[in-house]
């Protein structure tokens, strides 16, 4: 049993042949940090970006941002990108399209407890993708507001269905990956949007080391009633 997590573009899960295997621990924790997932954001979708420019999208100083770019370069996340202008300013872009972490059953307790911090990291940071639109949402234009979608449904497949399932809506995903669509591509009124999946089995008992929750006060807390 593994379990593979696809980004692509820092933003969209991708098929495999077109992204790296992450299996260095030191590289795995090097990107597993909040600030350096908000700079590979920013450096996919705004091409490449200096220190000072990542900074601000990322809420830190560009002093930190140089910092976390050398890291993240360290490790072969990022690259200098083409000089622009009078090239006084240092350039940054993604150095490749993507990456996968897979979880699987000969891992090393290093290889594993690496590849698990990064996939919560990357989790959080889509989670957090997902309630910035959310409080967005009512400034979103008309259009952009029916067509957003946040769905949720439960199935009955086997793990065959469901890996096929994966690979079919990674095919239909493709054409659109902003990566690989240029913007003259795209029709007019095309912007950025954000597509997270997520494919798992469900879980009916309770996992060592998760908290446990009471769910009547969760949903008061919440401000929910029968």
């Known amino acids: 049993m593994k ?11 991708r098929m495999t042949r ?18 350096r997932l908000s700079i590979l954001n920013r450096l996919s979708a705004g091409g490449s970006a200096t220190a000072t420019e990542v900074a601000e999208t990322a809420g830190i100083t560009p002093s930190a941002a140089s910092y976390h770019l050398r890291m993240l370069a360290k490790y072969g996340f990022v690259e200098d990108a083409p000089p622009r202008g009078d090239g006084r300013e240092r350039l940054w872009r993604p150095a490749h399209k993507g990456f996968h972490v897979g979880v699987q059953p000969d891992d090393s307790p290093e290889v594993k407890d690496a590849k698990v911090l990064v996939m919560e990291a990357l989790r959080r940071d889509a989670n957090e993708e997902a309630r910035r639109a959310l409080a967005n949402i009512d400034r979103e234009p008309k259009e952009w507001q029916d067509a957003t979608r946040f769905s949720r ?12 399932l994966a690979v079919e809506i990674e095919q239909l995903i493709e054409s659109y990956i902003a990566k690989t669509r240029s913007e003259e591509d795209a029709p007019e009124g095309a912007r950025f949007v954000e597509a997270q999946i997520n494919l798992f089995p469900m879980v009916s008992r309770p996992v060592p080391g998760l908290p446990t929750e009471d769910h009547d006060a969760r949903g008061a807390s919440a401000g929910l009633s029968e």
């Open 18 to 35: 077109h992204t790296e295997d992450l299996s260095d621990p030191k590289a795995m924790r090097a990107l597993a940090h909040p600030a």
């Open 3 to 13: 379990a593979i997590l696809h980004v692509s573009d820092w933003y969209l899960w």
């Open 153 to 164: 449904f439960r199935l009955r497949v086997s793990a065959a269905e469901l890996a096929q």
